[in-house]
């Protein structure tokens, strides 16, 4: 935690005034296109990174779908995931997220910036209401996260359970699944450390419909964490 204190600290001013902007976005809609509202969420994310000494490396962007939505399924580490993909990848995209955590200090005002989904994980209409907003949208192109862990528990590199109705949005959008390997993604924010963190957002190839028809959303969930965890070993053993 002493490294997102220190970062919010020394990048307030930043901060405040892209999340003004956001602000002023958000109040004019009609004015400003999905893509604006990414390149201001991009600019706070970079300010971050450089503030918190924080690099990235990515492989994998070529498995991205070239056209049309689709759901990101992710590992969960910690308060830097979501950042780290949405650096990584460079078409407009927004998370799914659990509400109570959405109302942290400038998290916040982030997602109502990329006009994200929060969920109340405590409440069966709010995950009903979630899955059909994030449905709709992925149907319509836009390109979600999700991390069907559920949250994360300082697992740091092990990987828990996914659940199987993180994947219902997919399945019900007919859309492209696209695994997600986070590895060190705890390290920004969790180690109580100023030093010089390196994290690394791996692509894995995408799952299309065809190749999940006529499979119940459990097998989907174990079939996309076999594939991240196999992706993981692959890493540890390099």
């Known amino acids: 935690m002493l490294r997102f ?10 901060i405040i005034y892209y999340l003004a902007k956001g602000s002023y976005i958000e109040k004019n809609t009609e004015r400003y296109s999905e893509a604006d509202r990414y390149r201001v969420a991009l600019h706070v994310i970079h300010v971050m990174k450089r503030n918190g000494r ?34 990584a990848h460079k078409k407009p995209c927004t998370v799914m997220m659990d509400a109570k955590r959405s109302k942290m200090i400038i998290v916040d005002q982030f997602i109502t910036l990329i006009d994200g989904c929060r969920i109340d994980k405590t409440d069966i209409k709010s995950q009903v209401e979630a899955v059909r907003k994030v449905t709709k949208e992925v149907k319509k192109g836009r390109r979600y996260i999700v991390f069907p862990e559920g949250g994360y528990f300082h697992n740091r590199n092990a ?53 999940y028809e006529g499979i119940t959303t459990d097998q989907i969930a174990k079939l996309v964490r076999n594939r991240i965890v196999d992706a993981m070993q692959q890493k540890a053993c390099a």
């Open 54 to 87: 924080i690099r990235t490396s990515v492989t994998g962007v070529e498995n991205l779908p070239a056209e049309g939505g689709y759901v990101l399924y992710a590992n969960h580490q910690g308060k830097y995931d979501a950042l780290g993909i949405m650096d």
């Open 5 to 14: 204190w220190y970062v919010i600290i020394i990048s307030l001013p930043y």
């Open 159 to 211: 990987i828990k359970e996914f659940m199987p109705g993180a994947f219902k949005c997919a399945v019900r959008a007919n859309c492209p699944i696209v695994p997600v390997l986070l590895v060190d993604s705890y390290k920004p924010f969790e180690i109580n450390s100023l030093r010089r963190v390196k994290t690394q957002v791996h692509f894995l190839p995408a799952i299309y419909p065809e190749e």
